[in-house]
DNA sequence: CGCTATAGTGGTACTCAGTGTCAGGTTTGA
DNA sequence: TCAAACCTGACACTGAGTACCACTATAGCG
C-alpha cells in the first residue's frame, strides 16, 4: 500500500521543524539573524550542522516556513468563494481566513514581524514568497471566473491584491498590532477600489 | 576645492564597470548564470577577482546595474509633472522615459530580459530593485501632491502602478518586443483603473 | 616638473552558506 | 523477523562575499 497521506515520519518532521525552528527564533532575537551561523544553531539545539540543514533549505526559511500556508489559505478561500462580484472583492474576502490565522497568536505573529522587518535578508525573502503565491492565486481566479480577463489584467490584480495584504501588514506591524488588521486591509483595497476611488478622483 | 561632480576616476570607473559588465553578461549568457563563478569572470576580464568585485556589489549587480537609473527617472519624471489630475494618471505618465529608455535599444534589452527571467536569482534581485525604487516614489508623489493622502494610500498606488510596470515588462518579453510596450503598461493600469475598470464591474 | 595624497590593483587569507556523499544506526511495514 | 527506506553525523568541497595587505598609478597642486 502506499504511504498514508500523513505517516509517522511526516509527523515527527513537522515536529522536529517546529522545534529547531523555535530555539533557532529565539537565538536571532537575541543574537542578531545575520550573527547567527548553522553552526550556532546546531549547538543551540543539540543536531548536528547536517541535520540542521536538512530540515531547512536555507537560512531565511528558518523563520519563515511559519507564513508558507498562507498562500494555499488565499487559494482555498478562493475556491470555496461564491464569486457573486468581481476580482478585487473576491480577492479582499480571501484575505480573511489569513487574517484569522495572523491574529490568533498576535503576539507572536507580531514577534516574527520585528525580526523580519529589521533584518534585510528576511524581508526580501518574504517578498520572494509573498510573489511565489500568485500564480496559483491567478490561476483560480481564471478557473472560477465566471468571464475571465486576459492573464495580465488578473495578474495585476492579483499583484495589487498581495501589495495592499503587504502594506496593510506592515502598517499593522508598526502600530504593535493596536489597529485593526481586516481594516488596514480594507483601507488599501479601497485606495485602489473601482467605484470607491472613482468618487474622490 | 572639492572634486568635481564628474571626476576623472568616477569616469574611469564608470566605464571600467560597463566593460567588465559587457564581457560578464556574454559569459552569462553562454555558460549559464550561476555556473559562471567570479574566478571566471576575472579570467574573462583580465582583471583580479578582487577588483572584479570592487566594481559590483554582487554577481547580480553585474547584470542589473543597468536598470539602477529607472528609479530616478520615475522621480524626475514626477517632479516635472503639472500633477493636473490624480496620484494614478501621474504614475503612468512618470514611465514614459523609462518607455523611452527601454526601447532605445531594444534588441538588447531584450536579451538582458531573457537572462533575468531564466534565473531565478536574477529574477529576485530585479524585484529587489524595483521594491527599493518605491520610497523614493511615494515622498515625491506626496510632496507634489495638492493634498496627500494617508501614507499607505500612496505606497499601496505606487506598489501596484510599479506591478503593473512589471507585469507589462513580463509580457512585453514574452512577446519578444512585438507588442508596444506602452500599450502593454496602459492595458495593465487600467485593469486597476479607477473610472474605466468601474464601467465593466 | 616633481611631489604627495588618494585611489586603484592583485594577492592572500578568511568566514560561512549551501551541496554532496558516505557509513552506520533506526524505524517502518510486510 | 527481515529488508527497504529513512535519519543522522561526519567530512569534504565549492563559491560568494569580506577584510586586509603592500604595491602601483595618477590626479591635482605648488
Redesign the pocket.
Known amino acids: 500500500?502506499s504511504?498514508?497521506p500523513v505517516?509517522?515520519?511526516?509527523i515527527?518532521?513537522h515536529a522536529?521543524r517546529a522545534e529547531l525552528a523555535r530555539v533557532a527564533f529565539n537565538e536571532f532575537c537575541a543574537t542578531g539573524f545575520?550573527?547567527?551561523?548553522?553552526?550556532?544553531l546546531?549547538g543551540a539545539t543539540?543536531?548536528?550542522?547536517?541535520?540542521?540543514?536538512?530540515?531547512?533549505?536555507?537560512?531565511?526559511?528558518v523563520v519563515l516556513f511559519l507564513f508558507d500556508p498562507i498562500g494555499d489559505t488565499i487559494v482555498e478561500a478562493l475556491a470555496s468563494d461564491s464569486r457573486s462580484d468581481d476580482d478585487w472583492h473576491a480577492l479582499r474576502r480571501a484575505l480573511n481566513p489569513v487574517v484569522d490565522f495572523l491574529i490568533r497568536d498576535t503576539s507572536e505573529v507580531l514577534a516574527f514581524l520585528d525580526l523580519i522587518y529589521e533584518t534585510p535578508a528576511l524581508s526580501a525573502r518574504f517578498r520572494e514568497k509573498q510573489f511565489d503565491w500568485r500564480p496559483n492565486i491567478v490561476r483560480e481566479l481564471q478557473r472560477t471566473s465566471a468571464a475571465p480577463d486576459a492573464p495580465i489584467v488578473t495578474q495585476v490584480r492579483v499583484a495589487a491584491a498581495m501589495e495592499c495584504f503587504a502594506a496593510a501588514l506592515a502598517v499593522w506591524r508598526e502600530s504593535e498590532g493596536r489597529e485593526d488588521l481586516s481594516t488596514l486591509i480594507d483601507t488599501s483595497f479601497n485606495a485602489l477600489d473601482p467605484t470607491i476611488a472613482a468618487q474622490t478622483g
Chains 1, 2 share one sequence.
Not at 545575520?34 to 550556532?40: C, E, K, L, W
Not at 543539540?46 to 526559511?61: A, H, I, M, P, Q
Request: charged share 25%.
Open positions: 500500500m504511504p498514508s505517516s509517522v515520519r511526516a515527527s518532521r522536529v545575520n550573527q547567527v551561523t548553522f553552526a550556532d546546531a543539540g543536531v548536528s550542522r547536517s541535520t540542521f540543514l536538512r530540515y531547512f533549505t536555507n537560512k531565511e526559511d
